[in-house]
């Protein structure tokens, strides 16, 4: 855990957030700011700031993370018609929080390329 660290905070309880789903190293809740009806965010419960700090032994984690996220949009219908998976890193694609999140958007039409 960071003590600067909002997710972490998040995590731990210390600030709310609508939890949506968690396990022993996963945890994952609604964004604050949803861009589309469904935007949920798959958090590791350790620190990574970004993708750029993953290890090979990160590996099984981002794929429960993935899969995670593929289990949330198929609960909520999304697994049909399609949803977008996001991993932001750094500033300049938009990382605002430096604990790596899994966006999940679904429940409208996507447009490509992403602004
Ligand atoms: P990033 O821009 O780093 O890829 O995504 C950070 C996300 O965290 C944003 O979509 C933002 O709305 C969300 N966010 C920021 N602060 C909070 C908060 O306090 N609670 C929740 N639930 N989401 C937050
Ligand atoms: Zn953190």
Known sequence: MSDSCLFCKIIAGQIPSKKVYEDDRLFAFDDINPQAPM??????????ATLNDLAKAHDDLVGAMVRTAAQIAKQRGHDGPGYRTV???NAQAGQTV?????????????TWPPG
Do not use: A, E, Q, S
Request: aromatic content about 8%; overall charge positive; some cysteine.
């Open 39 to 48: 935007h949920v965010l798959v958090v590791p419960k350790t620190h990574v």
């Open 87 to 89: 991993f932001n890193c």
């Open 98 to 110: 430096f604990h790596i999140h899994l966006h999940v958007l679904g429940g409208r039409v996507m």
